[in-house]
């Protein structure tokens, strides 16, 4: 069985985003002006099938048009439901962020098999208004090759506060390059127009306790301005 604490699939839950930071769990989308990313697992867009064992503490910056993001998304698992919180520190003049999220499994995943889970986010910006966009979200996680090899697919519902309501939608692969150390490539599109890229690197620095992740991505046939670049730790423990 694919052990839950393997280093390609560790899910915090929560994806960051300037205006949303509802998957995977994943990510400030002003890449192509989009108000707010799906919740996906960092580091990636598109979320993965699985929840944490126990708990984890992920923090992360982004960088975009000069401007960083700092975030910290601590999560934990209760009664089969990973349960996730965030807050950001965004650049001066900017609300601060907060995201709150449940994920379950409907199907465990396997090695050489597939899971699904189910998720639910909020996140809101600190103003006066405090209101904010909610994300459904499924995702669906094939392994393959004893796991060397990683296929997400996502498929989701976005409700908006401030704009127009969405489907959400994407696809990630995710290659062993060796033992602990992981490259991934994936498209997701949460809004009508070009749909994002990402590529990026994971890697357990030490087993089971402390992940290193970095990534790159844009709008298909954007460039400049548009870039995002993210690095972040996520820490694992016990706290039960």
């Avoid at 520190?89 to 098999?113: D, H, R, V």
């Avoid at 639910?120 to 994300?135: I, K, P, V």
């Avoid at 908006?160 to 309501?165: I, L, P």
Wanted: glycine share 8%; hydrophobic share 45%.
């Amino acid at each position: 069985m694919l052990q839950q604490n393997h280093v390609a699939l560790r899910d915090a839950t929560l994806a960051p985003s300037k205006s949303l930071v509802l998957t995977r769990l994943a990510l400030s989308l002003s890449l192509a002006a989009i108000t707010l990313p799906a919740l996906a697992g960092r580091p990636m867009l598109n979320d993965d099938a699985t929840i944490v064992d126990h708990c984890q503490l992920e923090s992360w910056v982004e960088r975009q048009a000069g401007a960083n993001t700092f975030w910290a998304v601590p999560a934990c698992q209760a009664f089969g439901v990973e349960w996730g919180i965030g807050l950001a520190k965004t650049p001066g003049g900017e609300p601060q962020l907060y995201a709150f999220a449940a994920k379950t499994e409907l199907k465990t995943l396997e090695s050489n098999g597939f899971g699904i889970t189910a998720q639910l986010a909020y996140q809101f910006a600190a103003d006066a208004r405090q209101e904010g966009d909610w994300l459904f979200n499924l995702a669906y996680t094939r392994s393959l090759a004893d796991d060397a090899v990683l296929i997400h697919t996502n498929l989701g519902h976005l409700k908006r506060d401030s704009a127009t309501n969405d489907w959400v939608a994407g696809v990630a692969a995710q290659f062993a390059v060796r033992e602990n150390h992981w490259v991934f490539a994936e498209l997701y599109r949460e809004q009508a127009g070009r749909p994002l890229y990402q590529l990026g690197y994971l890697a357990e620095l030490i087993p089971e306790r402390l992940q290193l992740d970095v990534s790159y991505s844009n709008s298909l046939g954007r460039s400049g301005r548009a870039d995002l670049f993210t690095a972040g730790l996520v820490f694992y423990f016990n706290a039960f």
